[in-house]
């Protein structure tokens, strides 16, 4: 979904919504959230019998069609309501909005079959996502600059855009393309011998620290019983901890992906188009540094 925001400087410039639009969008993208709901819903009825694997395909094969639809028909509009509408555009973003929404949990679900280190290389991963768009669009350009001239039939001053090196339906077409090479190396984690290699050092692991156990527990049961103990109390967590962590989670959630940039037209566009495109560009590079 960081796509649709790089992309924002031009897409505002040709939709109906104008600096509305990334509100309508941080709108529809919250009703997203739904779909997690759904997949936790499934999980509690179906219980052992569920599988998270079909649920990764439906997923990312939505996000490819979902990228294609936004690449061909992001200008598209309709009139509703006794106005026109990007309904294309919104109805695409929403689209590719549960696949961001859903895949952090259908995909921490999934790296169960992984040691717990591989789950930091799951982060940063992620967090990657964000960062090939940034490529992608530094090498586009920036685009929509308006420029002031002088129209010499009317007589009147009008606004000239700026064109980027390459269209925003080519940018959504090579996300899609990076979406559908996630698909592929999902097929090769599953159907190669990278993910035999992992399940048999991850019970080679298993087993050498039972055997170490073992041995401990002969030779000094009493220390080991106590130090277990003492480990299991240093890492647990209190309700009014686990209450903290949450409640600041949910207002950090809040205002980043909520507040901020249903604000972001209003309080850096009059900047200049350059502002906000090198804004929205910065943003998801913080993620990735805060995954290092």
């Given at each position: 979904?960081?796509?649709?925001?790089?992309?924002?400087?031009?897409?505002?410039?040709?939709?109906?919504?104008?600096?509305?639009?990334?509100?309508?969008?941080?709108?529809?993208?919250?009703?997203?959230?739904?779909?997690?709901?759904?997949?936790?819903?499934?999980?509690?009825?179906?219980?052992?019998?569920?599988?998270?694997?079909?649920?990764?395909?439906?997923?990312?094969?939505?996000?490819?069609?979902?990228?294609?639809?936004?690449?061909?028909?992001w200008n598209y509009?309709?009139?509703?309501?006794?106005?026109?509408?990007?309904?294309?555009?919104?109805?695409?973003?929403?689209?590719?909005?549960?696949?961001?929404c859903t895949s952090?949990?259908?995909?921490?679900?999934?790296?169960?079959?992984?040691?717990?280190?591989?789950?930091?290389?799951?982060?940063?991963?992620?967090?990657?996502?964000?960062?090939?768009?940034?490529?992608?669009?530094?090498?586009?350009?920036?685009?929509?600059?308006?420029?002031?001239?002088?129209?010499?039939?009317?007589?009147?001053?009008?606004?000239?855009?700026?064109?980027?090196?390459?269209?925003?339906?080519?940018?959504?077409?090579?996300?899609?393309?990076?979406?559908?090479?996630?698909?592929?190396?999902?097929?090769?984690?599953?159907?190669?011998?990278?993910?035999?290699?992992?399940?048999?050092?991850?019970?080679?692991?298993?087993?050498?620290?039972?055997?170490?156990?073992?041995?401990?527990?002969?030779?000094?049961?009493?220390?080991?019983?106590?130090?277990?103990?003492?480990?299991?109390?240093?890492?647990?967590?209190?309700?009014?901890?686990?209450?903290?962590?949450?409640?600041?989670?949910?207002?950090?959630?809040a205002f980043v992906?909520?507040?901020?940039?249903?604000?972001?037209?209003?309080?850096?566009?009059?900047?200049?188009?350059?502002?906000?495109?090198?804004?929205?560009?910065?943003?998801?590079?913080?993620?990735?540094?805060?995954?290092?």
């Amino acid at each position: 979904i960081n796509s649709v925001w790089i992309e924002l400087p031009l897409i505002i410039n040709s939709a109906p919504e104008r600096w509305t639009l990334p509100s309508i969008l941080s709108l529809v993208i919250g009703f997203a959230n739904i779909f997690p709901l759904l997949v936790v819903a499934l999980r509690w009825k179906l219980g052992k019998r569920f599988s998270e694997i079909p649920y990764i395909y439906i997923i990312i094969i939505v996000g490819i069609i979902a990228c294609c639809s936004i690449g061909l028909f992001w200008n598209y509009t309709t009139y509703v309501f006794g106005a026109e509408h990007s309904v294309s555009l919104i109805g695409a973003v929403f689209a590719l909005a549960m696949l961001d929404c859903t895949s952090s949990l259908v995909f921490c679900d999934y790296m169960r079959r992984f040691k717990a280190k591989y789950l930091h290389a799951k982060f940063f991963g992620e967090s990657l996502t964000g960062i090939l768009p940034i490529f992608i669009a530094l090498a586009q350009g920036v685009g929509g600059e308006a420029q002031c001239i002088m129209n010499n039939v009317t007589l009147h001053v009008q606004p000239i855009y700026s064109e980027p090196r390459f269209s925003v339906s080519t940018f959504f077409f090579l996300i899609s393309g990076i979406i559908a090479l996630s698909l592929i190396a999902f097929m090769a984690l599953r159907f190669t011998s990278i993910m035999k290699l992992a399940k048999a050092d991850d019970q080679h692991w298993q087993q050498t620290s039972i055997e170490s156990y073992e041995k401990l527990l002969v030779t000094k049961e009493n220390s080991s019983e106590s130090k277990k103990r003492s480990l299991s109390k240093a890492n647990s967590m209190t309700e009014k901890e686990f209450f903290i962590l949450q409640t600041s989670n949910v207002v950090n959630a809040a205002f980043v992906f909520g507040c901020l940039p249903t604000l972001v037209t209003y309080s850096i566009l009059p900047y200049g188009q350059k502002t906000l495109y090198y804004c929205n560009i910065l943003f998801p590079i913080s993620y990735s540094l805060a995954a290092l």
